[in-house]
């Protein structure tokens, strides 16, 4: 073993010590601590990551409420979302509520921005077609201005005329994509319900969700 070999595994090892101790620190605190302040400490330091409102499915998007002043813009995630994983099937329910907001005026636009890791012809034309459900517009965020990245909203608001900051809406089911790029570019930002399992490379998130929402209690 080399020397550089020795000191990168014994750094490795110090950081893994100090963030092992920092979690212990964590855990103690939240478990024998005042539970109620320690829950206020993390909503406030983890306010970049809080969606304005949390539903269990799209069916119950409140378009009513959110279009309070005037017609809004809707930016949707796609995959567990929309739709399951792989899937280009939209829920009925879903469809039939975007045209009955459409032709009371509630809703002025929609488009559907989805990452696209592995580019390619096939993903991109899934997220067309799906789309074309919808009558939609849609966008598909490549690197390096995937979601969360704000040029990728500034990017989906630019496809909808007359859609800005203030009445348009964001709707995806992960925090650490549609939710903090939405609080990153100023626009409000509703958190749904994954609808099935995740791809490997995003369950990990899901992991890192769970311990948010267990220090924070949002509901």
């Not at 909203?153 to 790029?181: C, E, S, W």
């Not at 369950?203 to 969700?209: G, M, Q, V």
Request: proline share 5%; charged share 20%.
């Amino acid at each position: 073993m080399t020397p550089l070999s020795v000191v990168f595994y014994t750094l490795a090892t110090v950081a893994s010590l100090v963030v092992i101790v920092c979690l212990f620190c964590i855990y103690r605190n939240y478990r024998y601590g005042d539970r109620q302040q320690w829950r206020e400490f993390w909503r406030k330091r983890l306010a970049w990551l809080k969606p304005d409102y949390i539903i269990n499915s799209l069916p119950q998007l409140d378009i009513v409420r959110l279009s309070h002043y005037g017609s809004i813009y809707l930016i949707l995630d796609l995959d567990n979302t929309l739709c399951y994983p792989g899937s280009e099937e939209i829920d009925p329910n879903v469809v039939d509520m975007i045209r009955t907001a459409r032709i009371r005026g509630l809703i002025g636009g929609v488009v559907i921005l989805s990452n696209i890791i592995f580019p390619s012809k096939k993903r991109e034309g899934r997220v067309a077609r799906v789309a074309q459900l919808l009558r939609a517009e849609y966008v598909c965020a490549v690197r390096p201005y995937t979601k969360p990245h704000p040029k990728a909203f500034l990017a989906a608001m630019a496809q909808l005329p007359g859609a800005n900051k203030h009445n348009t809406v964001v709707v995806g089911d992960q925090i650490f994509t549609d939710i903090r790029g939405a609080r990153r570019s100023g626009i409000r930002s509703v958190l749904v319900r994954p609808l099935g399992r995740d791809a490997v490379y995003i369950a990990y998130k899901r992991w890192l969700e769970g311990i948010v929402f267990r220090l924070t209690k949002w509901r």
